[in-house]
DNA sequence: TGTATGATTAAT
DNA sequence: TTAATCATACAA
């Protein structure tokens, strides 16, 4: 995900955690009804959707599936170059990190918008992807609806028993292609 | 109009 | 385990 500031500074990370959610499921912000507040998740795909959790932080998804159905993913973690290695681990700070509120509900993301995201900068094998159950969820439990790297260092929470190797500079290939 | 509840985080 | 903090949903 890569954001322009007013300044012109760019200021970007790989992400490295994520959950799925789905109008079929009771932890979808979808689920139960179609109101302002998720407007967006029913919106067209390819668009943020931005909503603020326990009245102090922001979340934030990309809408994805179709128009008229909620399919959302939200970004959880990302790993950031050139910066301490969590410091946008969890939607939380990740959203904090990288200044996205509410008015960045329903913003297509794209270059023009000054918030967009790339194709992954390096291949990850699947077997590099952990798969869990998602966090911080009342309902709907049982879904293994979150994945993550599993050797980054900046996930928000670790599985029992999943070592991390060292961090690879090559998750920072425009910073290795600028040297 | 009143109250309970989060797709969280940091501190105890 | 709990406080912080507020938009939203739902009950009354």
């Known amino acids: 995900m890569v954001k322009r500031e007013s300044t012109g500074e760019l200021i970007w990370g790989v992400i490295v955690e994520t959950e799925a959610y789905s109008q079929i499921e009771e932890a979808c912000h979808g689920y139960r009804r179609r109101s302002k507040s998720n407007e967006t998740l029913f919106g067209s795909p390819g668009r943020f959707y931005v909503y603020l959790t326990y009245g102090i932080y922001h979340c934030v ?3 994805t599936g179709r128009k008229d159905w909620a399919n959302g993913v939200l970004l959880r973690s990302l790993a950031m170059p050139n910066e301490s290695e969590r410091i946008a681990s969890g939607p939380g700070l990740l959203a904090k990190r990288f200044g996205l509120d509410r008015s960045y509900d329903n913003l297509e993301a794209k270059e023009a918008n000054n ?3 790339t194709s992954k900068p390096t291949e990850f094998k699947d077997n590099q992807i952990v798969r869990s159950t998602r966090i911080g969820i009342s309902q709907a439990k049982n879904l293994r609806w979150r994945w993550y790297l599993q050797a980054s260092r900046s996930i928000s929470k670790r599985c029992k028993g999943d070592a991390c190797p060292p ?8 910073e290795r292609d600028r040297q």
């Not at 961090?167 to 425009?174: L, Q, Y």
């Open 61 to 63: 998804n990309l809408v």
């Open 115 to 117: 918030l967009w995201l």
């Open 167 to 174: 961090i690879s500079k090559a998750w920072f290939p425009i």
